[in-house]
């Protein structure tokens, strides 16, 4: 049960946004402006970042619905699971396994990033708006998890309920257009 009384039975961050329409709308923009491009970073690696950092943070509801917007992406059906379970011997580039152990820092305490980190993120190809956009996201997300679990919202364990809204975010509304219901 929430901590504050939300008028709507809508889970996770989708239920505080319908309570204070006054905040979703710029936290919207922010999902949208970090999440919803291909510059540098394709949406999918943007939406395993998020996943990633929310599963490090032990936020149900954002790991599972960025999770399924990021497996929406991949060709590999069981990637996201293979990447919260060891994101080191994941199918993934050794360029995307760098910005992880990024975000893994960032997620600890933005201080842990190293510059040996960022200096092998670059030797792996890895551009500075790659960098930075890596950290931005999981700084924001470290923000959106504990929004989300520090007012306890609801997140049911519904696969189905994740993968349809994850397609409804990926084909048609994205972020900041999406309402919350």
Known sequence: MA???????LPGIR????????????????AETLLR????????????????VSSLND??????????VAQYYATDNTLVDK?????LTAPISDKLKALLS?????????KHVSLTQVETARELGATDIEIHDTVLISAAFCMFNRYVD?????????????QARAKKIAEETGYANSSPS
């Open 3 to 9: 901590h504050i009384t939300l008028t709507e039975e």
């Open 15 to 30: 239920g505080l946004m319908a309570f204070r329409p006054f905040t979703a709308s710029p936290l919207n923009a922010l």
């Open 37 to 52: 491009t291909d510059e540098g970073l394709t949406k999918g690696e943007r939406e395993l970042i998020a996943t990633f």
């Open 59 to 68: 936020c149900f509801f954002c790991q599972n619905i960025h999770g399924a």
């Open 83 to 87: 990447v919260k379970a060891d994101y």
């Open 102 to 110: 990024i975000a893994k820092s960032v997620q600890q305490g933005g």
């Open 150 to 162: 520090g007012l306890g919202t609801f997140a049911p364990n519904a696969p189905e309920m994740y």
